[in-house]
């Protein structure tokens, strides 16, 4: 397993900042992941976080808007830049770590206002 | 893409009730995990399905693969309040080795209540 430490666990932004969340490993895992949720709904995957390469985005998001750090195997951050009310949401790590089968473990997330 | 669908969206049952949620989908998964997030969490992995008509019991909650591996099911027996919460299907793509790059698919969601 694995247990991930997210940071900050919510905050409250004006319009036109930004704010940037971070996720701690406890261990090296290969693959990390950033999603968006909307309160009650399922997770829409933001992007892949690749270490030493560019993250890879999925359809709709862009690196100018999320970009995203993995400086090493245990740690990334998600940016939000220039934040509109539409960005409120909460905003989820993950690691999948792979054998058998691909399981997936979660940081408690990041609850999002943004004014 | 493939897309996992989940049914229902929302259900709302009295504690004590049986109650069967659903994951569909037209595409092969070479697995199927099945999560719980409660609010202010993430979401927590509570098993795993691999071969086609599997069936996994965890206390009150028993899970089932379909025989052709595009489906699962979630049924939860004389529900309790603590069962309440978001219960997310995930699929993993079939047809390809595991070498640890591959993302999960995640269902829809059913955001399950359970009244005292």
């Known amino acids: 397993s694995a247990v991930i430490s997210q940071k900050p666990s919510r905050d409250i932004c004006q319009r036109g900042t930004s704010l940037t969340i971070q996720c701690q490993v406890d261990?090296?895992?290969?693959?990390m992941f950033w999603y968006r949720q909307q309160p009650g709904q399922s997770l829409t995957l933001i992007a892949t976080a690749n270490q030493g390469s560019e993250a890879t985005y999925e359809s709709g998001f862009v690196i100018d808007k999320f970009p995203i750090s993995r400086p090493n195997l245990t740690f990334s951050t998600l940016t939000v830049s220039n934040m509109s009310p539409e960005d409120s949401s909460i905003y989820l790590c993950?690691?999948?770590?792979?054998?058998?089968?691909?399981?997936?473990?979660f940081g408690q997330g990041t609850r999002l206002t943004v004014v | 893409t493939q897309l996992l669908e989940q049914s229902p969206q929302f259900l709302s049952i009295q504690e004590g009730e049986n109650l069967t949620v659903y994951c569909n989908s037209s595409s092969v998964f070479s697995s199927l995990q099945w999560y719980r997030q409660e609010p202010g969490e993430g979401p927590v992995l509570l098993v795993t399905?691999?071969?086609?008509?599997e069936v996994k019991k965890l206390k009150r909650l028993t899970f089932q693969f379909g025989d052709a591996r595009k489906d699962s099911s979630l049924h939860i027996t004389a529900a309790q309040t603590g069962d309440t919460g978001l219960y997310l299907c995930a699929g993993e793509r079939s047809g390809r080795p595991n070498f640890g790059n591959e993302k999960l698919t995640f269902g829809t969601g059913t955001r399950l209540t359970i009244i005292p």
């Open positions: 261990s090296q895992v290969t693959m």
């Open positions: 993950s690691v999948e770590l792979a054998g058998k089968n691909t399981e997936a473990f």
């Open positions: 399905v691999v071969t086609g008509g």
